[in-house]
């Protein structure tokens, strides 16, 4: 059967829309190249030098044993949490879906300087691990609750009727099909892990992020900061390498719809249940309740003297600036690597793909590094603009536009197009009259992705704002560096408050695509 998603192959892509995936292909490669050039300038007896020393090896354990402690904590976390909530009759089991996702909302480095508010001795691994956790096993929870919603009821009832019990149908046939999900959750985790700079900052504990950070605060772009630089990237490859290897060839789609039923919900004893509760209400307490009541305290000790700073409301200004032109440049930027990859499924096209999926695996720091060092010696008249921060955050946020516009545009028929087209219309006006139309779902759900994660970046903004620049995230940062946690509530207040709708519209959006 044919892909009517596909055009025919005497058809082919307009070539100034090629053109400009490879261009923006090329571009994302930038912060690789940097690092390899880097690498080749500095020569090997200097690299091996700063590579190979007893500070690199303390600060490679660190972050391996953050990522080593906190996977598997956000996997149980995140998988038993999504169970209960999608298939079992949990009490209130909806209101606890809603609250799973809100952590989200709430940036790491603010849910490290609730917990340091509450608890000033945190501090090390420990604290690391604890408040990463916090953070982050959301990002398990949402795609194995979007897998849990679409799975075909007809699997788990063969697997009954064959006499097994509900664990083993969890273990035998749920589970495997939790795969995907699971490890794009793990991926994305132990990126965020690598790439995280306050939270750790905060608690004093050392990673690659946050000597990189320091380095270069010290040395201003230095051979050492470079050198991290190129070592936390081999860390992000590598682990690229691994969730692209360990997937497996195992086919979990299906064909045709399914059972047009709702999932079957297991019952659970009133004992069990109530014992299922503690799960949801413990983590609700520890990374929601903690920050609002941190914050909400802060907000009391200060009154309303601190809505009065002169420096606030222009943060929120250049936060909604940089934010919103942020995630319109940066969708219409995906438009052609995605319409490509969709319509034209060539080798060509899916390495222009991947090429920003790869970059944008790259921390903050090291995309800033890259620009910062390219902009003084080839482009000066654009060093510290908000043209480079905006070209920082294309390189780093491109993926989250483009994997939701793939699927809009999948879900639009190229005949569509082809109609468009014979009435007269140009390639060009054919694909947003039509494609871009049927695909605005998709183009949403991607821009307020990209909208939640510039109104919270910290790292690349303080490195390449320019001078005068003051966002929420960079406010709020500067004040808790002066220990002012009472003036730096509000800024926290205001990114969760920014973030906390477009979470809901991206649960909504969810829901949607499973049918429910």
């Known amino acids: 059967m044919p892909n009517n998603n596909v055009h025919t192959p005497h058809q082919h892509p307009p070539l100034w829309l090629v053109i400009t995936a490879v261009l923006f292909a090329l571009l994302a490669l930038l912060p690789l190249g940097f690092v390899l050039g880097i690498a080749i300038d500095t020569g090997w007896q200097t690299v091996k030098a700063l590579v190979f020393r007893p500070r690199v090896g303390e600060l490679l354990v660190n972050t391996l044993l953050l990522v080593v402690f906190t996977l598997p904590i956000c996997t149980f976390l995140g998988v038993t949490l999504a169970w ?49 956790v916090l953070a982050y096993f959301p990002f398990i929870y949402l795609p194995v609750a979007a897998v849990l919603r679409r799975l075909d009821p007809a699997i788990e009832d063969v697997a009954t009727s064959l006499g097994n019990r509900p664990r083993v149908v969890f273990f035998r046939v749920i589970l495997p099909q939790l795969k995907l999900a699971i490890w794009g959750g793990a991926l994305l985790i132990a990126l965020h892990l690598l790439a995280e700079y306050g939270l750790y900052a905060m608690i004093r504990f050392d990673t690659f992020t946050t000597a990189i950070f320091d380095q270069f605060q010290s040395t201003f772009n230095g051979p050492a900061a470079n050198m991290l630089a190129g070592v936390l990237a081999l860390c992000c490859l590598g682990l690229l390498l691994i969730e692209a290897t360990s997937r497996g060839r195992t086919r979990y789609a299906r064909v045709g719809s399914g059972s047009a039923r709702r999932q079957y919900l297991y019952a659970l004893r009133p004992s069990m249940g109530w014992l299922c509760l503690l799960l949801p209400i413990t983590l609700t307490v520890l990374a929601l309740g903690v920050p609002f009541i941190t914050l909400s305290r802060w907000l009391l000790l200060g009154g309303t003297a601190v809505w009065n700073n002169p420096q606030l409301w222009p943060a929120i200004w250049q936060t909604l600036t940089l934010a919103t032109s942020g995630a319109v440049i940066i969708t219409l930027c995906a438009i052609p690597t995605a319409w490509l990859s969709i319509r034209y499924p060539s080798k060509l096209y899916r390495v222009l793909e991947a090429c920003n999926y790869i970059t944008s695996s790259l921390p903050g720091i090291v995309v800033a590094l890259a620009l910062v060092t390219i902009t003084i010696h080839a482009i000066r008249p654009i060093y510290q603009t908000e043209i480079t921060l905006l070209l920082a955050y294309l390189l780093m946020f491109m993926p989250r536009a483009l994997i939701n516009l793939r699927a809009g545009i999948a879900q639009a028929p190229v005949e569509l197009e082809n109609v468009a087209r014979s009435l007269g219309r140009t390639p060009l006006q054919a694909l947003f009259s039509t494609t871009l139309r049927l695909a605005a779902p998709g183009a949403a759900a991607g821009a307020a992705l990209v909208f939640i994660a510039i109104t919270n970046e910290l790292t690349a903004t303080l490195l390449l704002a320019p001078n005068g620049t003051r966002t929420l995230a960079t406010g709020f940062w500067a004040l808790t560096s002066e220990i002012d946690y009472v003036a730096a509530a509000p800024y926290a207040t205001l990114m969760v408050l920014l973030s906390l709708p477009l979470t809901w519209f991206l649960y909504s959006q969810s829901k949607r695509t499973a049918g429910l």
């Open 84 to 132: 209960l909530t999608e298939r079992t009759q949990l009490p209130g089991r909806r209101l606890w879906a809603i609250l799973a996702i809100l952590p989200l909302a709430i940036p790491a480095f603010v849910q490290s300087y609730a917990w340091i508010s509450l608890v000033p001795g945190m501090h090390g691994l420990a604290a690391g691990v604890f408040i990463s």
